[in-house]
């Protein structure tokens, strides 16, 4: 089970950082990613992060802003996020495992935590 937090309402400019904590199940060996779905919108990329931490990717939107670190020995990923606008807002969403190499697709997912940014 993924357990995703830390979203909350935030002033434009912003930071806020996001958990994702793996209860049950070690993510110790698997990529993450982060994902987010706007009103209206369909779900998108925003980063992900491999087993070990030497590869990341990013969204062009986040690159610059966003950084996604993560602690094996917690079990958990972050997503720490600056800078942040108003079109940020969004229902983020984390994910273990992914499907296959250079993909996007993960197995398993975790609920989403808001985030709102105010102008």
């Known amino acids: 089970q993924l357990q995703a937090s830390g979203g909350g309402l935030v002033q434009a400019g912003g930071s806020l950082r996001l958990s994702c904590a793996a209860s049950g199940r070690t993510i110790r060996y698997e990529s993450m990613g982060w994902f987010r779905q706007a009103p209206g919108k369909e779900r998108e990329f925003v980063a992900m992060?491999?087993?070990?931490?030497?590869?990341?990717e990013y969204a062009d939107s986040a690159k610059g802003r966003f950084t996604v670190p993560r602690d094996n020995a917690k079990n958990t990923v972050y997503l720490q996020m600056n800078s942040l606008k108003p079109e940020d807002t969004a229902v983020y969403y984390c994910?273990?495992?992914?499907?296959?190499?250079?993909?996007?697709?993960?197995?398993?997912w975790g609920q989403g935590t808001l985030v709102t940014v105010s102008s």
């Open positions: 994910a273990a495992d992914q499907v296959g190499a250079g993909t996007r697709e993960f197995h398993y």
């Open positions: 992060i491999s087993w070990n931490g030497g590869r990341t």
